[in-house]
């Protein structure tokens, strides 16, 4: 089993930046793929971003230039950094990690979910 804990979320002005942190444990050895959603009150769950080992990322085209997925491995925690914070990222962000090694921000593809933290972004 693998468990995922995010933290970092809060409010903030439009503009302002935030960063995520995700922290996994359990066994996570054979965890390469990890990636980040959000989902607003009404809204689908959205892919934001996803690394793949510890270089290769992809994230959204709606956060694309405001947005950046890294890891570090001394402290196995996947961080999201969010620049020019919109209120339309305003949304429970969460957590996933997967087994398999792709680049997808489709949510039916990760096996392993946190529990989500809230990002609130005031105009």
């Known amino acids: 089993q693998v468990q995922l804990v995010e933290s970092g979320g809060g409010s903030v002005q439009a503009g302002g930046s935030l960063r995520l942190s995700c922290v996994a444990s359990g066994f996570t050895s054979n965890i390469d793929n990890f990636a980040w959603f959000r989902q607003a009150p009404g809204k689908e769950r959205e892919g934001v971003a996803v690394?793949?080992?510890?270089?290769?990322?992809t994230v959204a085209d709606s956060v694309k230039g405001r947005f950046t997925i890294g890891r570090d491995s001394a402290k196995n925690a996947v961080y999201l950094q969010m620049n020019s914070l919109k209120p339309d990222d305003s949304a429970m962000y969460y957590c996933?990690?997967?087994?398999?090694?792709?680049?997808?921000?489709?949510?039916?593809?990760?096996?392993?979910w946190g529990q989500g933290t809230q990002v609130t972004v005031s105009s």
């Open positions: 996933a990690a997967d087994p398999s090694v792709t680049l997808t921000l489709q949510a039916t593809r990760y096996k392993y």
């Open positions: 690394i793949v080992d510890y270089l290769t990322t």
